[in-house]
Structures are given as C-alpha cells and as structure tokens.
C-alpha cells in the first residue's frame, strides 16, 4: 500500500527566505512519481513541481526544488526566497506505475510573515 | 493553458436530494478522475474513468455515486441521497496516456449538504 507523510501541519517563514517542507513516501512499486500541489485559500489544487522515481536530477521548477533522496524515501519541497502570496496549504503526493490514482498526504500550511 | 473546468463552484442541497457535478476536462486527456477533500483533511480519491468506464474506485465510491461521460466533452459526478457527511470539495482531474505525470485538477465544486 502507497502511503505519504507530511509531519508538519504547520510552518511559518520569514519572507525572502527559504523554507523546506517535509514529505517521506511508502511504496514497494520501483516506478512511480511525487508531485506537490499548492492550495491556496480559495482551494484550488495548484501543481507546482514533478519527480519520477529514475529521475536521477532534482527536479526544479522556478523558485521551487525538490530534494528527492530515494533511499530515504523522502522528497521534501524547497522553496525559496519566500513571498506573501506562497502562504498556502502544501501537499505531497505520490502516483504508482498503474496511474489510476494520486496518494496525498495531509499537507503542510505555510504562512510566510512579511 | 488549457483548464479543466468545473460547475458550479459553491452548491448548496438539502439533504436527501441528488446533485450532479460538471466537468470538463482538457480535449486531448484520456483519463479522469474525482476526488474530494472533506473540509481541513486530505485529498481522497474517488474515481477513474478511461475508455467510457470506470477503471478504478475507492472504498468510499460506493452505489450512492456514479460518474457519467455523457457527450464528448463533459464528465459528470452524480451523488445520489446527499448525507450531511457528503459536504466536502470535489476536485476533477484528467490527464494524458502517460500514467507517472501528474494531473490537471480543476478549480473544484464546494458541496455543503444542508
């Protein structure tokens, strides 16, 4: 069974700085992908950064990065240089080799304080 | 870029009444999906749907729900008996044959069963 863990309910940042959120995923698949997704208080699902899993790069997107260590099974969110509008809810989320569903975690709300 | 697009944002129902949710997915994607987010917990997946019928389902997609591809371009949720507990966002999504890339979510349906 896939499983995905984000152990921080709750983070906060100083604006223009960078912050790591936490997510470590469980799956026996050797083929599989990590997303995060932003949600902003209006609740949309906003997709911000992909790795797969022979990925071998960190995968960066803009201010984003994920720090992806496979061993550990862990592929934290980096963002940096932090701004007001990043204040949102952050979820990990893993998608297995059959494809038919996304396994999120329970997220992670950022506030950056300016 | 293409969106997928959902109707209506916010619905309110009594409880006991049925309710259809609208989706349209991005033209070109084959695959698509409903998932829900009971108000402060995490995205839960719902459904898959490819090649006119569904491919998988969860423990919660049960006799009450139904999905629909009723023409060429909408797909539809159909809640049957709305419970109090119902009240949650339902998010759409679709994607492309590649099955470890992720999705394109839509802006979501607020359901509050009253």
Redesign the interface.
Known sequence: AQKITQTQPGMFVQEKEAVTLDCTYDTSDQ???L?W?KQPS??????LI?Q??YDEQNATEGRYSLNFQKARKSANLVISASQLGDSAMY?C?M?D???????????TSLTVIP | EPEVTQTPSHQVTQMGQEVILRCVPISNHL?F?W?RQILG?????LV?FYNNEI??K?EIFDDQFSVERPDGSNFTLKIRSTKLEDSA?Y?CAS?ELG??????????T?LTVV
């Open positions: 083929s599989y992908g997303f997704y209006s609740g949309e699902m906003i997709f992909y797969g899993s979820f989320a998608r080799v059959t494809g038919n569903q996304f396994y999120f975690g329970t997220g | 695959y999906y998932y917990q995490k995205v839960e997946f898959s491919s998988e969860s966002m998010f994607s099955r470890l890339y992720g999705y394109t979510f839509g802006s979501g607020r």
